[in-house]
């Protein structure tokens, strides 16, 4: 007696090669905006799947496939249990996303006459030519930056503010810009919540059908945006007396430049250095390296991979260097508002200075929490 059939594979489900560094064949199978990656037999199955719903067949074929035997029951729990749901019936909610709250400022239709202007800073020689400018004035801004702050009027602060939150804009722009310039399928562009922060956010989901250097160009396409629009701020303070506001833009978005490339957290650096070293869900490759190193892995004893050694050192020194800023900003804070607190000479100022203290540390500590919960997740 035959079994029963299996679920029926959707028309719309659709699957490509992925191109990753590991020496196992990755596939990615992309259905409703979802993006999974699977193995090679996985793959295979997926296809038969689309041919009959007979498990026997399917597991006659896999046996073949992988010269190895396949059974009926194998076949069944694969898809039952392995496979995503969404591979087989309309699932009607959207993704689950990492923003708690979100809505959408511009359509791609919206933005599409934009990101093909935006596109040729995309080219060779526009790169080259804004990243030496860029690089340029860094180096001619570092004694203004490295120059005590000088203290802002709230106007002045909210200024700063206002600049900096378009540059975080122009920023995810970039990321859309990068993914228009190599002809991916792209979302819009809007505003959401992450966690309890505010943010833009831009859908690139459609950069999973290119190559692991074309990621990692769409995720550093957010931080070269931004540097072009911070050499506006730069040639700003150079040239005029009272550099205050452009100084305070500049400094607010280093500060968000180096929090994105942190990698503890699915941010830019997350996803860059997964592209580049083409490390699929990297947290979790992370995570079993460190435990083959240290004999806890249930494979120990097998070979480690020198890439995966060289990822992990790469994680550890991105994600030490990002917390090491976090802390200098945190020590160079309190000691600054304690300072003004000490000096102040009306009741007022010991208020205002003492709440700024309190937020600020507040703020640091919040983050610094976040970021300490996520690393150990990784390494747990």
């Known amino acids: 007696m035959s079994s029963p059939p299996l679920p029926r594979l959707r028309d719309d489900v659709a699957v490509a090669t992925l191109d990753t560094s590991d020496p196992r064949s990755r596939y990615r199978v992309e259905v409703d905006g979802r993006h999974f990656v699977i193995d090679r037999s996985t793959a295979f199955l997926v296809d038969e799947l689309r041919r009959t719903t007979n498990a026997d067949s399917i597991a006659l074929e896999l046996s073949r496939a992988l010269d190895q035997l396949v059974t009926a029951n194998d076949i069944r729990y694969a898809v039952e249990q392995k496979l995503p749901k969404v591979l087989f019936e309309k699932i009607d909610e959207a993704p689950k996303s990492p923003l708690s709250w979100q809505v959408e400022l511009a359509s791609a239709r919206t933005l599409n006459s934009i990101l093909s202007f935006n596109s040729v800073l995309f080219r060779s020689k526009s790169v080259i030519t804004m990243v030496m400018i860029f690089v340029a004035l860094e180096v001619l801004m ?30 995810e722009l970039g990321h859309l810009s990068a993914c228009h310039h190599f002809r991916a399928r792209h979302g819009g562009f809007g505003f959401g919540l992450y966690w309890i922060f505010p943010t833009f956010y831009a859908d690139v989901t459609g950069t999973w059908s290119l190559s692991r250097m074309q990621r990692a160009a769409v995720d550093v396409g957010g931080l070269y945006f931004q540097s072009i629009y911070l050499s506006i701020f730069a040639i700003w303070a150079l040239s005029t007396k009272d550099p205050t506001i452009p100084v305070a833009t500049l400094l607010l978005s280093h500060t968000l430049m180096l929090y994105t490339l942190n990698p503890v957290l699915k941010f830019d650096g997350y996803w860059l250095l997964s592209d580049i070293s083409g490390t699929v869900n990297l947290h979790q490759r992370i995570n079993e390296t460190a435990r083959k190193i240290l004999g806890r892995g249930a494979d120990y004893g097998h070979t480690i991979r020198f890439a995966d050694i060289l990822v992990l050192v790469s994680f550890l020194i991105l994600a030490t260097a990002f917390f090491g800023h976090l802390m200098w900003m945190v020590i160079t804070n309190a000691s600054h508002s304690f300072a003004n607190v000490w000096h102040a000479t009306s009741l007022m100022s010991v208020l205002s200075s003492g709440t700024l203290l309190a937020l600020t540390l507040l703020l640091l500590s919040v983050v610094s929490l976040r970021l300490l919960r996520a690393m150990i997740k990784v390494f747990r």
């Open 142 to 171: 570092l004694p203004i930056l490295t120059e005590p702050v000088r203290a802002l009027h709230w106007t002045g602060a909210l200024t700063a503010t206002v600049l900096t939150l378009i540059g975080v804009a122009i920023h």
